[in-house]
């Protein structure tokens, strides 16, 4: 069965980095983009980007560009988001979803979900 | 402020038909398909809708999705207590600096 992974919760202070995992199986990795979600404490969803299973490209969100970095490792099958110059309001819960990236199958599995919390 | 707009709130009791907006623009919904997520509190999205109408396998008929220009919707009809959770719309968007957009979430209450 297809299952997304993530990595264990995570506590940086202001201005490190964060790298989250996501461990994909159950399916041919390469056939299938990821995206990256992130929902702040009672807000909603944010998108924050796309990588492609198969050839690596990736589209990030304007606001994040310059900060986040998407790879994955085939070898693996694991995605990883690594975010830095980590503020307050990077307090959030990060998600990994199969799909997306303008696919017409949406994001149809979701990881577990990694709460990263930026405090001093 | 979210490029998709959605009601804040909506309510019904069991058994009604709910419906839940998504309006966009040219840009987005008018150029893509829109996908909707359920959530629950404490856990991840799930996939409600994609393709504008089409249900993944375990999704009960109750939901359904349309589209008509800029603007998307999604119908819940025999609602149920379990329903009550937050639904977001999605979509691409292909102006200059593109990508995905969430609508900014609708939290059902079922009375």
């Known amino acids: 069965q297809v299952q997304l992974v993530q990595s264990g919760a995570e506590v940086k202070q202001p201005g490190a980095s964060v790298k989250v995992s996501c461990k994909a199986s159950g399916y041919p990795f390469t056939s299938y983009g990821l995206t990256w979600v992130r929902q702040a404490p009672g807000q909603g969803l944010e998108w924050m980007g796309w990588i492609s299973g198969y050839n690596g490209k990736t589209k990030s969100a304007e606001k994040l560009q310059g900060r986040v970095t998407m790879t994955t490792d085939t070898s693996t099958t694991t995605a990883y988001m690594e975010l830095r110059s980590l503020r307050s309001d990077d307090t959030a819960v990060y998600y990994c979803a199969r799909g997306g990236g303008g696919s017409y199958l949406g994001m149809d599995y979701w990881g577990q979900g990694t709460q990263v919390i930026v405090s001093s | 402020q979210s490029v998709l707009t959605q009601p804040p709130s909506a309510s019904g009791t069991p058994g009604q038909r709910v419906t839940i907006s998504c309006s966009g623009s040219n840009s987005n919904i008018g150029t893509n398909t829109v996908d909707w997520y359920q959530q629950l509190p404490g856990t991840a999205p799930k996939l409600l809708i994609y393709?504008?109408?089409q249900r993944p396998s375990g999704v009960p008929d109750r939901f359904s999705g349309s589209k008509s220009g800029t603007s998307a919707s999604l119908s819940i009809s025999g609602l149920q207590s379990e329903d009550e959770a937050d639904y977001y719309c999605t979509t691409w968007d292909d102006s200059l600096n593109g990508g995905g957009i969430f609508g900014g979430g609708t939290k059902l209450t079922v009375l």
């Open positions: 393709g504008n109408n």
